[in-house]
């Protein structure tokens, strides 16, 4: 009511509070059950700020998260509780919905969307997206991008001698040794099949060719095993830097992808930038 004092509860906004289901909170002030509820959310000093900032106000509160200790998450909302007189309110309505499994749908389904299913790299619709940023902040910040293109010299082979699940095999290996090498100016991605891709940050020529060399030299350091046969893998690589050559995000990509062929006409195993 005005006076912040409870009139009245649910069973349902009781239990997701951690009361009794029973317990009767009518007449506690609003202070008493923030203070009795404070262990259960994750933040209670972002709660209480954001309590502060809205009540006492003559306007609604609109949806916020509360994320609890448990790994729930409530979220809470707040209307004014109109009186009969004009303009005169009998105080506040708060209502508390658990959207932990919707929340974690809409995570799931997010991580579907922009992550390769076999190696959890960033697939290539989260490239695209990458490609423009970084592009875009390299104009707005002044600096550089580069771009590492690089496919796989020799995996054919064990695909079509060992079958695609120790293709499978051998490319989730792969993938998850080189990503724990990247750095925080670089994105690793997976394009599809055998092609990878690295967007590299405030870099110049120099520094993509000595990322470059740090990926060749770790994949060909590799050993794999398909049926307990050894295999080794080699790389050819495509630098392509912006500004520069390229112009936009999708002239990037074709000098990147120009680089790499040249590469694979070199004789495979090494690395081209794009003049």
């Known amino acids: 009511d005005n006076d912040r004092r409870v009139t009245y509860t649910n069973r ?18 609003d202070v008493v059950l923030t203070e009795r509820t ?12 954001q309590l502060e900032s809205h009540v006492g106000t003559r306007t609604p509160i609109p949806p916020f998260d509360i994320p609890l200790v448990d790994g729930r998450i409530l979220l809470a909302a707040s209307n ?30 997010l991580q579907m969307a ?8 960033f697939n290539r619709r989260r490239f695209q997206e990458e490609l ?9 910040r002044r600096s550089a991008a580069g771009l590492l293109m690089f496919d796989l010299d020799g995996f054919k082979p064990i ?17 998850r040794e080189v990503a724990s090498s990247i ?35 770790q994949i060909s350091a590799m050993r794999f095993t ?31 992808d120009k680089a790499m062929y040249e590469a694979k006409t070199a004789g495979k195993n090494t690395a081209r930038v794009f003049r």
Do not use: K
Request: net charge negative.
């Open 12 to 29: 349902a906004v009781r239990l997701a509070w951690g009361f009794d289901a029973d317990e009767n909170l009518t007449g506690l002030r």
């Open 38 to 49: 404070a262990a259960l959310r994750a933040d209670d000093a972002a709660y209480r700020r």
């Open 80 to 109: 004014l509780v109109p009186a009969a007189e004009p303009d005169c309110y009998n105080g506040r309505v708060w209502t508390y919905e658990d959207v932990t499994e919707r929340r974690r749908i809409a995570e799931q389904l």
């Open 114 to 121: 922009t992550h390769d299913a076999l190696t959890n790299l």
């Open 132 to 140: 423009e940023r970084i592009l875009a902040d390299a104009d707005r």
């Open 159 to 175: 695909n079509d001698t060992f079958g695609h699940q120790a293709g499978d095999e051998v490319l989730v290996h792969l993938t």
């Open 183 to 217: 750095r925080r100016n670089e994105m690793f991605f997976r394009l599809g099949g055998d092609e990878f891709a690295l967007l590299v940050s405030d870099t110049d020529e120099a520094a993509m060719v000595a990322l470059a060399e740090r990926i060749g030299e």
């Open 226 to 256: 398909p049926a307990g046969c050894e295999r080794r893998l080699t790389v050819s690589m495509g630098i392509a830097l912006y500004p520069g050559p390229a112009t936009d995000p999708d002239s990037l990509v074709v000098c990147a």
